[in-house]
Nanobody, 117 residues
Framework: VQLVESGGGLVQPGGSLRLSCAASGFTFSHFYMNWVRQAPGKGLEWVSS????????NYADSVKGRFTISRDNAKKTLYLQMNSLKPEDTALYYC???????????WGQGTQVTVSS
């Protein structure tokens, strides 16, 4: 399993970023995929998930209405569109495989998102 996140960066409050996660080494379309994040000094926080076919999505209350998760199974890529970013969204963002991601610990190296003026 290989998961490679990209698209992070420094953005001002209210700005937008689109994260991507390129997956390989498994049948991507067969698995729920997640975005999780870790803020400085804090534990991992689940952000969003999407079903294998993309038809079912879920969001943490903290990002609902601002973030949109999606996937392109043909490209084996997971996305997270982040709008109206807040300083509290600053974190290392990881894509994580499967509903049991916290147990299997299958996630990538992360991409840093910093929201600051």
């Amino acid at each position: 399993v290989q998961l490679v996140e990209s698209g992070g960066g420094l953005v001002q409050p209210g700005g937008s970023l689109r994260l991507s996660c390129a997956a390989s080494g498994f049948t991507f379309s067969h698995f729920y995929m997640n975005w999780v994040r870790q803020a400085p000094g804090k534990g991992l926080e689940w952000v969003s998930s999407v079903s294998g076919g993309g038809g079912s999505t879920n969001y943490a209350d903290s990002v609902k209405g601002r973030f949109t998760i999606s996937r392109d199974n043909a490209k084996k890529t997971l996305y997270l569109q982040m709008n109206s970013l807040k300083p509290e969204d600053t974190a290392l963002y990881y894509c994580a495989k499967g509903v049991a991601w916290a147990t299997t610990k299958q996630w990538g190296q992360g991409t840093q998102v910093t929201v600051s003026s």
